[in-house]
């Protein structure tokens, strides 16, 4: 009696004859191939984006989405914070929320067309003054620079 009928199959294998484990292989070759290449963009995504901003060419460092650059040590939080609602308020954004003390300062503001919401952080580190620009939802890294460099322009740097 022949054990392969209609509809029968041998166990392991598929109806066409193919061992199961074999089936999944072209799949599993091509994702190991591109592998390497996606980990490769995600790296050069993840690494930081060192320029110089502003006129005295203070190095910032562009990273998830933040715009962060370290002011001079002359600079202090209640005058970078006011530098920076000046600087949002005369490129049209309207000012949702300011605060500022000795150590820290935000200024949250929306630019005058779109959903975006930009932060302008300032913290007072142990002798200088860290500024972070972020543009939520995605960022916007050359927006961040452009504000940064109104922000440095009203304090004269």
Known sequence: MDRRRAGDQTPGRSPAGTPR??????????????????LQRVQKVVQPIEEPVGERRLWSSYHFGTL????????R????????????????YTIRRTEATADAGCVIACPPRGDQLV??????????????????????????VLIAEDVLAQLGL
């Open 21 to 38: 484990r074999w089936r999944l292989a072209p799949a599993l070759t091509l994702a190991l191939l591109l592998t390497p290449g996606c």
């Open 68 to 75: 962060t650059i370290e002011l001079p040590p002359e600079v």
């Open 77 to 92: 939080v209640e005058s970078a914070t006011a530098a920076s609602r000046a600087a949002l308020a005369r490129r049209g």
């Open 119 to 144: 932060t302008v952080s300032l913290d007072q580190k142990l002798e200088l003054t860290q500024m972070s620009v972020k543009i939520e939802p995605w960022g916007d890294r050359a927006a961040s």
